[in-house]
């Protein structure tokens, strides 16, 4: 197993290259690592998980409201039971709090019977209205108006960050080369693939690059799609907006998405968003939030739970999910050029992805890949960043054999010396600061790194020796 952030690369051939190691490409890269094959995930940014990954809504969906029939409706359909599977077992931390679909007036209310059938149509069948006084006892910090919902008991939130760095992690430690700030510059008919750092060369080729699937596509000759980004700013509230909210609280569905939501995280926080702007498809890098945006979350949360807005905000971020104005996956498989397009995943990705992982492996497959007999994969044990489940700081056993989980550095988040060691020395280490972040939740407090941020930098450039 190797994993290079510089210098040279392999110059023999691989059996598959995955491109873009977000929350899909690692999974698939998973997958392809249950078989003997030579695979390599690459990467443009210095860590898994940087881009589209990093900044969703962190919901485990159910799939209700997807258009049935469709590949996604499926995908999601089977990819939750598969994650909530691999998060049971690995450690990723999940929390199955319900949805509610919150009705504000009476044609959102008109319109809830429909997403029943719909929901029927996609195998959840525990869905069901509820009236506005049931709605009031089971959220009772409400905004006033409520006519009613549709209570989707199978909803769940989940961290993103652990599950895309989980993923790679296993992928790593069963043979899989992860080649970080490696972007793929051009690339030829015969899979050789010029890379900031060399070239690469590969039988089989997986184009997982997300935002910028469409370019790697017209390079091998195809049109299918084009992406437009869509930027989705949000609002995460301090941990005392907590006892605010005990549901996802959904709006009803538009053709842009799935509207503005307010949701815990598992971090122990409260998220307002997202918005869902469509960007010039040239702009690609445009994760600024911006005051319109944050105006026009602040007036939709203060609608749905005015309260809210009354606590301190912890962070404000966007991110941009590839749009591509057709309302499926485009995931397709070139057999004669040996080639998979995994593109137009939405935020429904997440959820999605260990069953796109088995579909694309399935695709290889039917393309003339050999794939040899499957193989147990190395058990995972991820740290748990969860707030409703032990963490370090809380284990007196745990302290008592390292000494290390009791000494707090980051006060907000009650992140340990031992969590930043052992992120440090894990198998994809973090090659920044805000990489440790998303291992180890330090500096994602109120104080935002303001209290701890000089500690935790030097335990990070010093290795946390």
Request: hydrophobic residues 40%; neutral net charge.
């Amino acid at each position: 197993m190797t994993l290079t952030t510089a210098g040279p690369l392999p110059a023999d051939p691989y059996d598959v290259v995955v491109v873009g190691a977000g929350v899909v490409g690692s999974a698939i890269a998973r997958e392809l690592a249950r078989h003997p094959l030579r695979t390599a995930l690459v990467e443009a940014a210095d860590d898994v998980g940087q881009g589209t990954s990093k900044a969703n809504t962190a919901i485990l969906h159910t799939g209700f409201d997807a258009v049935p029939g469709s590949l996604e409706a499926r995908l999601v359909r089977d990819g939750r039971r598969r994650l909530a599977a691999y998060a049971a077992s690995s450690g990723i931390p999940v929390e199955p709090l319900g949805a509610l679909l919150v009705a504000w007036d009476r044609e959102q209310l008109a319109a809830l019977p429909a997403l029943v059938r719909k929901a029927e149509r996609n195998g959840c069948h525990d869905t069901r209205i509820i009236g506005a006084a049931e709605l009031r006892a089971r959220e009772p910090r409400l905004g006033p108006g409520a006519l009613g919902a549709l209570d989707v008991p199978g909803e769940s939130v989940i961290c993103p960050w652990t599950t895309t760095l989980a993923y790679a992690t296993q992928a790593v430690r069963a043979g899989v080369d992860l080649h970080l700030n490696c972007r793929v510059e051009a690339v030829t008919g015969s899979h050789e693939l010029a890379t900031g750092r060399g070239v690469l060369r590969t039988r089989y080729l997986v184009n997982a690059a997300g935002l910028y699937a469409d370019e790697l596509d017209r390079r091998l000759g195809h049109e299918d799609f084009t992406v437009t980004p869509r930027r989705g700013q949000l609002i995460v509230f301090d941990a005392f907006a907590r006892g605010l909210v005990r549901h996802i609280l959904l709006p009803v569905p538009t053709a842009l998405g799935k509207g503005v939501l307010i949701s815990p995280t598992v971090h122990g926080k409260v998220m307002l968003g997202p918005t869902a702007e469509d960007l010039d498809p040239g702009d690609r890098t445009a994760t600024e939030s911006t005051a319109e945006g944050i105006a026009y979350l602040l007036e939709r949360g203060r609608r749905i739970l005015p309260e809210l807005l009354a606590e301190e905000v912890t962070a404000v971020y966007a991110g941009l999910r590839a749009a591509t104005g057709h309302d499926d996956y485009r995931i397709t498989c070139r057999p004669g050029q040996r080639y998979v397009t995994v593109g137009g995943i939405r935020s429904t990705g997440l959820t999605a992805s260990m069953a796109i992982a088995a579909r694309v492996t399935g695709l290889l497959a039917d393309a003339g890949l050999e794939l040899g007999a499957p193989a147990e994969l190395p058990a995972v044990t991820m740290p748990n960043l969860g707030e409703a489940f032990d963490r370090p700081y809380r284990s007196a056993e745990l302290i008592a054999a390292d000494p290390e989980y009791g000494v707090v550095v980051c006060h907000c988040e009650r992140v340990t010396r031992g969590e930043i060691r052992d992120a440090l020395a894990s198998t994809v280490p973090p090659a920044s600061l805000d990489g440790l972040r998303r291992r180890t939740r330090a500096r994602a407090g109120r104080c935002q790194g303001y209290s701890c941020g000089a500690a935790v930098r030097a335990l990070f450039e010093g290795g946390a020796r």
